[in-house]
T-cell receptor, first 114, second 117 residues
Framework: AQSVAQPEDQVNVAEGNPLTVKCTYSVSGNPYLFWYVQYPNRGLQFLLKYITGDNLVKGSYGFEAEFNKSQTSFHLKKPSALVSDSALYFCAVSNPDSNYQLIWGAGTKLIIKP | GAVVSQHPSWVICKSGTSVKIECRSLDFQATTMFWYRQFPKQSLMLMATSNEGSKATYEQGVEKDKFLINHASLTLSTLTVTSAHPEDSSFYIC?????????????FGPGTRLTVL
């Protein structure tokens, strides 16, 4: 079965420190990979995506993610965390043959402490 | 580009009434739209896939007669929660299938908070 795993329910990071939010997937073929952020009582905001090409993808708000095909991972990273980065982060994967269908991770709550 | 709107952003209704939520693709045409439900602190749960001019495809466990979906045009899909009950209270998010460059992806609306009293 196809799946996306975000192994950490919550990640705590001190402001100014680097952060990593993990995502691994089990999807056939060459999937598209996405990260979204959700602030309380708000909709999803697109952060970044990997379609093809360079494995390191840069996105909004200083976030980046690295696609690792051998490890089937797409971890989200930021060199220096801000308190305002505190939110819920979702990893999603789509199979290009699936007519837009997305497989969602469970989400990771990121808490940045001042 | 690729902006999706939802209306209303929040709604409070009495138990037993019906509520309609609209999802519009503002600057592109979407033959496929998706409706999700999200419980607090949980991931998105796909309810149904809506294709313009045809019947929606519902995910297992989603009641078709409870959650009526209409996708009558290439820019509008509606979700009607019929005879709403408190357990239908949730955050409903729609998305529209579009292209970014030459790749297909979903573009998300801001969500609708439904509270049934």
């Amino acid at each position: 079965a196809q799946s996306v795993a975000q192994p950490e329910d919550q990640v705590n990071v001190a402001e100014g420190n680097p952060l990593t939010v993990k995502c691994t997937y089990s999807v056939s073929g060459n999937p598209y990979l996405f990260w979204y952020v959700q602030y309380p009582n708000r909709g999803l905001q697109f952060l970044l995506k990997y379609i093809t090409g360079d494995n390191l993808v840069k996105g909004s708000y200083g976030f980046e993610a690295e696609f690792n095909k051998s490890q089937t991972s797409f971890h989200l990273k930021k060199p220096s965390a801000l308190v305002s980065d505190s939110a819920l982060y979702f990893c999603a994967v789509s199979n290009p043959d699936s007519n837009y269908q997305l497989i969602w991770g469970a989400g990771t709550k990121l808490i940045i402490k001042p | 580009g690729a902006v999706v709107s939802q209306h209303p952003s929040w709604v409070i209704c009495k138990s037993g009434t019906s509520v309609k939520i609209e999802c519009r693709s503002l600057d592109f045409q979407a033959t496929t739209m998706f409706w999700y439900r999200q419980f607090p602190k949980q991931s998105l749960m796909l309810m149904a896939t809506s294709n313009e001019g045809s019947k929606a495809t519902y995910e297992q466990g989603v009641e078709k007669d409870k959650f009526l979906i209409n996708h009558a045009s290439l820019t509008l899909s509606t979700l009607t929660v019929t005879s709403a009950h408190p357990e239908d209270s949730s955050f409903y998010i729609c998305s529209a299938g579009g292209t970014s460059g030459s790749y297909n992806e979903q573009f998300f609306g801001p969500g609708t908070r439904l509270t049934v009293l």
